[in-house]
């Protein structure tokens, strides 16, 4: 009913950005929260950043890129996105979209969505 799609993942150096997008489509009636997580070989998956509105919008990021990470959505679009500044070689991951208590136009309660996931590779 639901589907994310992300880009923007590929190789870049340390020190270097890239902006991932993720473009949420479907049965929306409303999105409460998105997030960005990371996956890295031998480790757990985390949150890297999420962005939640209600009354007001609400960012949250993982300590390790607080000061590097921006993360922010169009609403119009059903897209968030994460731009990463700085990256590091231990940021090497598969980065994954979240769509959390989302609202359906046909179907009652709140669900989850997961993306496919994007490689982020970063070289030293």
């Known amino acids: 009913q639901v589907q994310l799609v992300e880009s923007g993942g590929g190789l870049v150096q340390a020190g270097g950005s890239l902006r991932l997008s993720c473009a949420a489509s479907g049965s929306i009636f409303r999105i409460n929260a998105m997030g960005w997580y990371r996956h890295a070989p031998g480790k757990q998956r985390e949150l890297v950043a999420s962005i939640t509105s209600g009354g007001s919008t609400v960012t949250n990021y993982a300590d390790s890129v607080k000061g590097r990470f921006t993360v922010s959505r169009d609403y119009a679009k059903n897209t968030v996105y994460l731009q990463m500044n700085s990256l590091k070689p231990e940021e090497t991951a598969v980065y994954y979209c979240?769509?959390?208590?989302?609202?359906?136009?046909?179907?009652?309660?709140?669900?989850?969505?997961w993306g496919q996931g994007t490689q982020v590779t970063v070289s030293s």
């Open positions: 979240n769509a959390d208590r989302v609202l359906l136009t046909s179907t009652p309660g709140y669900y989850s969505y």
